[in-house]
């Protein structure tokens, strides 16, 4: 694909009303920490906006190596947060699954 139509698909995902914004905590053990964010199998419908990092913020790129405790902001539809959380949060014991839920930022 051509820049010009991923930067207009890009718009007609930030333009729909069922998108919003997310965040995730990345946790200990995912197969995101510890890895670039260009490395990682992303689902369609999300785009990472921001990294925080203890008291940083960081502009993600793709070289961006997660890790773990990162808060992600995260703009995307629900159903991308269902397929990122299922694909990022494990493994981890059971006990520890629900610090790897995406909550909506207010």
Excluded: N
Aim: glycine residues 10%.
């Amino acid at each position: 694909r051509s820049d010009h139509e991923l930067s207009r698909q890009r718009l007609g995902r930030r333009t729909r009303p069922e998108t919003e914004f997310f965040e995730f905590i990345v946790p200990p053990g995912s197969m995101a920490d510890g890895r670039p964010i260009r490395q990682l199998p992303w689902p369609g419908g999300c785009t990472v906006v921001s990294v925080r990092r203890e008291r940083a913020v960081l502009v993600p790129k793709g070289d961006t190596v997660l890790s773990a405790g990162d808060r992600l902001t995260i703009y995307g539809t629900d159903a991308g947060r269902r397929r990122l959380v299922a694909r990022f949060a494990g493994p981890m014991p059971p006990e520890d699954a629900s610090r790897a839920e995406a909550t909506d930022i207010q």
